[in-house]
């Protein structure tokens, strides 16, 4: 039997949800198409959301956005995580050694949560990626480690229809299955355009736990050769199944 949800508690937890998913301020009926709550009760948890500063609003109160208290929250998840401090030194020693742009990252459900990254110095243009959420499918992170579940798991995790970012998205849950076994096969992913145009992706677990929820990639230039490319895979690889053995080591899981 499922637990039975606190309805006003599930209600707060969708409207933070939504405005952290939403790239501007959200109003009221907004608000209120996104998460389908009736006007009285969505206004009521509203007032005190912006009254404890999880929202903040305009002067008219007319349109919302998340607040500094939902920063605290993640900065503590962050802090608290102890698998944190040995991926954040992988990494460093990753983009040390190839260049790129590196990221670790951990699915939650059907998506996948950016826990750090280290930029490529070469970078003219960053895009903050820590605490950013992205549809599993559609990123190399998120494809190695749907990887780890069976694909009935897979298919009853995912939405329908998969959602595509780009024209290299995989849309189609048979032609995403047939990745994932590819990627069971060979032990990493890869990905060419498929969440961002002009960028490609190898991944791989980092098995510490099982199944592995957590994930290195490189993000690179899609018009790398395939030398390079097999370079930067050997690379991640190695130093992924190092920080592996060190989280085993320590205990940590």
Not at 112 to 129: F, N
Not at 181 to 192: A, F, G, K, L, N
Not at 217 to 227: R, T
Not at 239 to 251: C, D, F, P, V, W
């Amino acid at each position: 039997m499922e637990p039975q949800l606190v309805k006003s508690a599930e209600r707060t937890v969708r409207i933070l949800e939504a405005l952290a998913d939403s790239h501007h301020s959200m109003t009221l009926s907004e608000l209120q198409q996104r998460t389908g709550f009736p006007r009285s009760s969505l206004h009521a948890l509203m007032r005190t959301l912006v009254e404890l500063n999880w929202v903040e609003t305009d002067s008219a109160r007319s349109a919302f956005g998340i607040g500094p208290h939902a920063l605290l929250t993640g900065t503590a998840y962050l802090d608290k995580d102890p698998a944190l401090p040995y991926a954040q030194e992988t990494l460093e020693d990753l983009r040390d050694e190839i260049g790129q742009t590196v990221h670790f990252a951990r699915r939650d459900g059907a998506h996948v949560l950016y826990l750090a990254t280290r930029e490529s110095r070469d970078a003219d243009h960053v895009i903050p990626r820590v605490g950013r959420r992205l549809p599993a499918h559609v990123t190399a992170l998120g494809q190695v480690l749907l990887a780890q579940l069976t694909d009935d798991e897979v298919m009853a995790l995912l939405p329908e229809p998969l959602v595509g970012l780009t024209h290299q998205t995989i849309t189609d849950m048979t032609k995403l299955t047939g990745e994932l076994d590819q990627v069971r096969t060979r032990s990493w992913s890869y990905e060419r355009e498929q969440g961002t145009p002009g960028v490609a992706c190898v991944a791989v677990a980092v098995d510490y736990r099982i199944p592995a929820t957590d994930a290195i990639s490189c993000s690179m230039p899609a018009e790398l050769g395939p030398a390079d490319v097999e370079q930067i895979t050997e690379a991640v690889i190695k130093h992924t199944r190092k920080l592996a053995a060190t989280l085993r080591r320590e205990g940590i899981r």
